[in-house]
Nanobody, 124 residues
Framework: QVQLVESGGGSVQAGYSLRLSCAAS????????MGWFRQAPGQDREFVAG????????RHADSVKGRFTISRDNVKNTVYLQMNSLKPEDTAVYYC?????????????????WGQGTQVTVSS
């Protein structure tokens, strides 16, 4: 079992930055691929970014490429999402996710563990 706790959300103006953090429980953090999904009001949850257990493989959604960066610290059992040049369309609840194995996937159903979510609001 993996428990995930997100932090770092908030309200910012367009163009500003935020960094989300997700602290994971357990002693085998490096055995899990980690990721972020988001859900805007009235929309389905969508993949944002993912990172393999060792950190050597990452994947970002086209909508955030060049602006968002996922990273992880396997000593601190934490995954991060650095969000720069935020846009109003980035407004959503952001969820930290985890799955066993070392393959980054964008498929929502393949992530077994979810955090409670953190709200990000970007105003124009």
């Amino acid at each position: 079992q993996v428990q995930l706790v997100e932090s770092g959300g908030g309200s910012v103006q367009a163009g500003y930055s935020l960094r989300l953090s997700c602290a994971a429980s357990g002693r085998t953090f490096k055995d899990y691929t980690m990721g972020w999904f988001r859900q805007a009001p009235g929309q389905d949850r969508e993949f944002v970014a993912g990172i393999s257990g060792g950190g050597g493989s990452t994947r970002h959604a086209d909508s955030v490429k060049g602006r968002f960066t996922i990273s992880r610290d396997n000593v601190k059992n934490t995954v991060y999402l650095q969000m720069n040049s935020l846009k109003p369309e980035d407004t959503a609840v952001y969820y930290c996710v985890a799955r066993g194995g070392d393959r980054v996937t964008t498929t929502i159903g393949q992530y077994d563990f979810w955090g409670q979510g953190t709200q990000v609001t970007v105003s124009s």
